[in-house]
């Protein structure tokens, strides 16, 4: 399977259909975040996910132990192949998010957000933490494997020593952007064979593949980055 996960961020899930039936399957997944979540709803989901594509349902929750629990439970009953958290909702409530998604082999992969790609060191200042993203990355990254969740959300530019302290870890990288292009709103960025260099497992993208006039070959000029 592709490292290769493609952000549908549409604001009309017809235009998400569209862009889906120009994509190869078999050579990337899907991540369905907040705007074509709030727009398609579970439907939508559920119709990716029974036209055989892995989705990663990218919603990021954070909220009361709970809250957040009962929201990972609902969106493993959708069949989604990978969810997420943030772990700046802390120990008890990532606990109880682990606990929700269950032990069984269908279950699906949870996931935790340490700090955004679109943040640095700025950002996290102005939040009231100080120092350079890594060392929160770090914090965060520790929270959520002693949690036991499969892995984290991260820059490729902390995948190097995630991947040193967690071998087993699984590392989801946004921010991904090909050589020599726009990095947008993101702030920590890499390319694709960087990310892999550095040991990222997934290589999540929007825009350069979803923007792009042929999708299908922009994803085919990501791939031939990694050759
Ligand atoms: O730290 C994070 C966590 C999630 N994202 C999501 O990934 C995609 C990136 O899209 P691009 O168009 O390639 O920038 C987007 O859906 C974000 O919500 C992230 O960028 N950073």
Known sequence: MSRFIIALDFPDPDAARRLVARLPAGRCRLKVGKELFVRGGPGLV?????????????????????????????????????????????SRMLAAAREAIGEGAERPLLTAVTVLTSHDEATLAELGLAGPPAAAVDRLAGLAMAAGLDGMVCSAQEARRLRAAYPRGRLVTPGIRPAGSSADDQRRVMTPAAALAAGADDLVVGRPVTAAADPAAALAALEAELA
């Open 46 to 90: 559920r119709e990716l996910v029974d036209g055989g594509w892995d989705v990663f349902l990218d919603l990021k929750f954070h909220d009361i132990p709970n809250t957040v629990a009962g929201a990972c439970r609902a969106a493993a009953d959708l069949g989604v192949w990978m969810v997420n958290v943030h772990a700046l909702g802390g």
